[in-house]
């Protein structure tokens, strides 16, 4: 099958005019001008006018399962109010609530170019629908609080449904489901240390919040504050972190493993941000999200020059306003104007695969990489730079493949 367009954008070169994508199976296997493709006789082209056909989007950080909680909070609330109030409406939810959640939004992501899902939920109910949803996913079972027989329990038991998942192939190769928790300072360094050996195991990077805002760096700082007080009603005491920032308390007790997936990261200094690039991490970063907590503004540039890898996600529905990653793109863009488009795209796509451990068959169109792409209706002006039509313009999803099926046409 060939799928041709006004032109199609790799992420590994120029835009191709009147470009095409072949596809054998699940792989890319031709991508080059229509005029230069080997076409069989039987071989059906497909042709989408005033389109660019692009790599599809990766969401590298989202919570699905609280997509029943759009527009319910206000923003600009302190965070540990916020979250004080999401535990609140958590306890009103059935678990019919968060499967529709998660079942409309993997349709409002793919509707908006998404083909690549970093979904974490607590429920675990993720792990259980994704192998039967199109959608490429990575589900993770978020877990937090004390040290409880309990919570070690729901853990194992956890890590037992996977094992035994994997085993007998109830997940596709396009589902990896994994585990963690929520941030530090939500559970003891005791049960941190047993999630990670046990996720260690999995072929998922290992994922958690880190250094979102100034309540959480005052919880480091001073072991007090109203965040340390809601952890303290909802999960147990949290660490004395003996006034280190997030960073250096975690890499002195060797927590941040290598390639791990840290999230935010809103909090950093020279010297934090040095030591994390040693640890080859990457960084997703959620603009909107930030916006809507008034956090501070997310150091890019310090990532940058440090090599760090950043690629974006959307937070939850209990923040933001739906799960587009072009949207994010554009308020990354409004934020750092100076920043070429070309370069913001790659945050969504190049960036995402690398910071999944998927460089290789992710976030560009080559062949032998998977069949993950989208076209998007845009009708170029050559005036214009295409990437900033992209990034800055509206325009809808023309059609979606994800792991070589057509499932948004």
Known sequence: MIYKADYVITMAGPPIKDGAVKIRGNRISE??????MTIDNDEEVKVFKDTIIMPGLINAHCHLELGY???LFPPGEAFSMWLARVEKSRKEQLD????????????????????????????GLNIKIFPDETVRSFPVREFSGGETNLNYQQFDEQIAYISE???????????????????????????FR?????????????????????????????????LHDFCERNFGTPPDFQGKNPVNYLLERKLIPQKTLLVHCNVLDVKSASRLAEKNVSIAHCPRSSDFFEHPEFPFELCYNNNINVC?????????????LFEEMHMFRSK?????????????????ARALGMEDSLGKLLPGYLADFIGITIKHDPAFDMFDEIVCEEHEVAMAMIDGEEVLI
């Open 31 to 36: 991508v080059r001008s229509i005029s230069q």
């Open 69 to 71: 909680a759009r527009g």
């Open 96 to 123: 019919e609530d968060y499967e529709n959640a998660i079942r409309l939004g993997i349709m409002e992501s793919i509707h908006s170019g998404t083909t690549t899902l970093f979904d974490v939920g607590k429920t």
């Open 165 to 191: 998942g994997s085993s007998s192939f109830l997940f596709p190769d396009k589902c990896q489901p994994s585990v963690s928790i929520r941030s530090p300072y939500t559970c003891s360094e005791t049960f």
């Open 194 to 226: 047993h999630v990670l050996t046990r996720q260690n195991n999995l072929r998922v990077p290992f994922s958690f919040h880190l250094s979102e805002g100034q309540e959480e760096e005052g919880l480091y700082k001073t072991n007090s504050g109203q």
């Open 312 to 324: 974006l996600g959307t937070e939850s529905m209990a923040c933001n306003e739906d799960l587009s």
């Open 336 to 352: 750092y104007p100076h920043v070429d488009c070309s370069e913001v795209l790659k945050l969504a796509t190049v960036n995402g």
